[in-house]
């Protein structure tokens, strides 16, 4: 990642929503590991958010438990924190549980958008703005390239049309109030994450994790469907990266696409292959396609060469070695050992390289 140094967030305000998640508790643990000053805004965690308590962030950071639709608590916390950059990661993310509570799903990823994009307007000290959305807000054709930052807009399911939403309303915001320049506003678009910690219903490795560690057979529901699959720490360090550019030089703001090689995008039977071969014990997985399933995406891929040219960016880590890190993971989580150190030491490996 040309020239991005992320001790740049030493004493940094930053507010981060949705910081209990996966994805936020690793972005508050490189954040505290920079030496930034964070606050974090979101509901408790709970059954398959962990990963937050075992990180041992709460004690180093101001946690507050809130709603991202409840605006006067948002705000409240907000200026109470008077951040100068502000990553926006709540949601409810599962495309699956979208179908189930669609109502819920857009209340969250649409209006909870709104919310803090309100705080941020209001604002005098912020100065640079993420909203992290994801690469399914794209019309998916279903064609063989991946999708640029200038195509349509158009999610199928309630969750990726929700966040097709949040990403116009960030557009909107930006040219109607956020448009002087004093505050920077950006979208990044990311493609399937994977990686210690994650213990979400219906993702893939999580499944295969908890199939495996009962020595059951991995059931695959979409086994020729093609992700964009990419460690954690690959678009966490992006984002970090965008919002300290655009804090120097709001020239850059703009939409990024996040995501790994061509190489690197494989079918899901691909993928749990490599984690049945990385995993070892007899993991071993069958083809479980079900009949009248809600609609997914069959094939989705990013074409990242906005985010190469701007920034010099470069994904570090392949499939193998991203599986390979999720498996380890999991090993450290069911020994007992501190997750913690762990983490640190995955972060530091992979800013190293």
């Not at 958008?113 to 279903?142: A, G, H, M, P, W």
């Not at 993702?203 to 059931?219: K, L, T, V, Y």
């Not at 690959?234 to 655009?246: D, F, G, K, R, V």
Request: charged share 25%; proline share 4%.
């Amino acid at each position: 990642m040309a020239g991005f140094d992320i001790s740049f967030y030493k004493g940094k305000r930053v507010f981060v929503t949705g910081h209990t998640g996966f994805k936020g508790s690793w972005l508050c643990r490189m954040l505290v590991h920079a030496g930034a000053e964070v606050t974090g805004y979101a509901l408790d965690p709970s059954g398959e958010h962990l990963l937050f308590e075992k990180a041992e962030i709460r004690e180093r950071i101001h946690s507050v438990t809130g709603d991202i639709r409840d605006y006067d608590s948002l705000k409240k916390t907000f200026d109470r924190a008077e951040p100068e950059i502000v990553f926006h990661l709540a949601a409810q993310p599962i495309v699956r549980e979208s179908y189930k509570d669609p109502r819920g799903t857009y209340e969250t990823n649409v209006m909870g958008t709104v919310n803090i994009l309100e705080c941020v307007r209001n604002s005098r000290s912020v100065r640079s703005f993420l909203n992290v959305t994801t690469d399914k807000v794209y019309k998916n054709r279903e064609w063989e390239w991946g999708y640029r930052e200038n195509e349509e807009l158009d999610g199928y399911d309630p969750y990726s049309n929700s966040k097709s939403c949040s990403e116009l309303i960030t557009h909107s915001y930006k040219r109607s109030f956020l448009g002087d320049g004093s505050i920077a506003v950006s979208t990044a678009r990311a493609g399937n994450v994977i990686g210690g910690g994650d213990f979400a219903k219906d993702r893939i490795i999580p499944d295969c994790i908890r199939a495996a560690g009962r020595q059951e057979i991995i059931r695959v529901r979409n086994p020729y469907s093609v992700r964009p699959y990419q460690h954690v720490l690959e678009p966490l360090t992006a984002y970090l990266m965008i919002a300290a550019e655009q804090y120097k030089n709001p020239d850059v703001q703009g939409y990024y696409n996040v995501g790994p090689g061509e190489e690197n995008c494989v079918t899901t039977g691909e993928l749990v292959g490599l984690f049945c071969e990385t995993w070892g014990s007899g993991a071993e997985w069958k083809n479980c396609m079900e009949k009248d399933a809600p609609h997914e995406s069959g094939f989705l891929k990013l074409d990242c060469s906005r985010i190469k040219h701007i920034f010099g960016w470069k994904p570090k880590w392949n499939i193998g070695k991203s599986v390979e890190m999720a498996v380890q993971f999991s090993r450290v989580w069911t020994a007992g050992r501190n997750i913690a150190e762990e983490m640190d030491r995955e972060i530091e490996e992979f800013l190293e390289e």
